[in-house]
């Protein structure tokens, strides 16, 4: 059974800083590299965020401020999330994903749970 397995996360004050990690238990054969994606509330578009797999790949607007890293041993990624602003407050969730071209990211169904970042004023 597959499972990917989300911590970090919590409420800081804009300007801050939050760490994110996500382990993935099991093996995903389609899966070639791994992401974040975010939902500022229920019903709203699931947003994509960062990606890394033969190249890393951020959001517009959180380049700068956001660093995705990979744990090839630990199977693991991680999201450094500095100089947060109110509008990254969202649910943020871990993916499995399928990089078929360089740059170029398709979730293959393994989602983990959801974190929530919630960024003060």
């Known amino acids: 059974q597959v499972e990917l397995v989300e911590s970090g996360g919590g409420l800081v004050q804009a300007g801050g800083s939050l760490r994110l990690s996500c382990e993935v238990l099991?093996?995903?054969?389609?899966?070639?590299?791994m992401g974040w994606y975010r939902q500022a509330a229920p019903g709203k578009e699931r947003e994509f965020v960062a990606?890394?797999?033969?190249?890393?790949y951020y959001l517009d607007s959180v380049k700068g401020r956001f660093t995705i890293s990979r744990d090839n041993v630990k199977n693991s990624i991680a999201l450094q999330m500095n100089s947060l602003k109110p509008e990254d407050t969202a649910k943020y969730y871990c993916a499995a994903l399928l990089e078929y071209k360089l740059g170029n990211y398709f979730p293959v169904g393994y989602w983990g749970q959801g974190t929530q970042v919630t960024v003060s004023s």
């Open positions: 099991g093996s995903i054969p389609t899966m070639n590299a």
């Open positions: 990606a890394i797999g033969n190249s890393t």
